[in-house]
């Protein structure tokens, strides 16, 4: 963490009461001319800090942006978010995410305000303005790459449990949408990097709509999405929500790292908006209808065709259909 981040941190904990210079400058190792002018790179980033020559700086309000310290100001992990990469602009956080990957401690997450080229699935776009939470957890498990499709199921599973902690009965769409009322509200985006055998690292790309006006969205999707602002009819504190939803997915990835994925798969299930429903799953090579009857310990979807089949499928693109 930079000096910057560990004084927001110190003044985040003590918010609205004084830190005197001096002590900040002992705990930091660092002069008070440094101090104050880390101070006022604060002040120009938004943050209100009052300072009193006897009693030193208080910080009086956060501006509404995801920094590193902010964050990490009462975060409750011991590894996803322990490091974390920001940026106010960015094309793709799982573009740098994938590029850092190698050289960075595992938990490490990329976040930016908004991205100029968000990336979805099979090379689809992810629209980012400001407001929303774009960011990428870099992992580095010991697993085969065929087990990586558990990942973006409980990641799933955590952004799910962090919005339901707001108020939203979120849902989850096979494989990796997250609904709020039928809507798509969080779009997840696993990329891996792998031997044969064994996953070098993985990248999770988690966005959400959370203070996002979808109005603003292209016609295509704007109906069919939604964002937390509109479904609780007010904003929310993002710094709050990033770190209800990297203690979530901490506790989950701790499991599954344990071999611990059936607990996982029954939240999952009991969250899932797909099974039940009558889908159309289309894959690269052909295009199934069928009922979404379960899914097995991989995460695949177990289908029940019209003729009465059992399909099983690993990837693909799920679309829920209404029943005639
Ligand atoms: C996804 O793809 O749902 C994965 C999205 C992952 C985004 C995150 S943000 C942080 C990280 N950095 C990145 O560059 N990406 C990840 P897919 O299932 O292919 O869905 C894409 C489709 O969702 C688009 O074709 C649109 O129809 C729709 N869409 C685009 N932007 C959206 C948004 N902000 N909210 C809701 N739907 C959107």
């Not at 609205?16 to 210079?21: A, D, N, Q, V, W």
């Not at 991205?115 to 980012?128: A, D, E, F, V």
């Amino acid at each position: 963490m930079n000096i910057k981040d560990k004084i927001l941190e110190k003044l985040i904990k003590n918010k609205g009461k004084p830190i005197s210079g001096e002590r900040l400058a002992n705990e930091l190792s660092i002069s008070r001319t440094a101090i104050w002018k880390h101070i006022r790179a604060l002040r120009e980033e938004g943050y209100v800090i009052d300072s009193s020559t006897n009693l030193g700086y208080s910080l009086m309000t956060l501006p509404d942006m995801l920094t590193p310290g902010g964050i990490k100001a009462g975060l409750k992990t011991s590894v996803i978010g322990k490091e974390i990469e920001y940026f106010k602009e960015i094309e793709s956080t799982n573009v740098i995410a994938c590029e850092i990957a190698g050289s960075v401690a595992e938990g490490t997450v990329v976040i930016a305000e908004s991205q100029t080229g968000g990336r979805g699935r099979l090379g689809r776009k992810w629209i980012s303005p400001e407001g929303g939470v774009w960011l990428s957890i870099i992992l580095k498990p010991k697993i085969q790459p065929s087990y990586a499709p558990r990942i973006t199921i409980l990641a799933g599973v955590s952004v799910a449990k962090a919005i339901r902690s707001f108020g939203p009965e979120a849902m989850i769409k096979w494989p990796n949408d997250v609904l709020i009322n039928g809507k798509k509200v969080c779009g997840i985006l696993t990329e891996i990097e792998a031997e044969i055998d064994m996953i070098d690292h993985c990248v999770v790309g988690i966005g959400i709509d959370a203070n996002v006006d979808t109005e603003s969205f292209p016609e295509e999707f704007r109906d069919s999405s939604t964002s937390l602002k509109k479904e609780l009819g007010h904003e929310i504190n993002r710094v709050g929500f990033v770190q209800k939803l990297l203690e979530e997915f901490e506790v989950l990835y701790l499991k599954f790292q344990e071999g611990d994925f059936t607990a996982i798969l029954e939240d999952w299930r009991s969250m899932s908006a797909t099974i039940g429903e009558w889908v159309k799953i289309t894959t690269q090579t052909r295009t199934i209808y069928g009922e979404a009857i379960g899914v097995d310990n991989e995460g695949a979807l177990i289908l029940e065709t019209d003729e009465g089949k059992l399909e099983k499928i690993v990837a693909g693109n799920c679309e829920h259909l209404r029943r005639t």
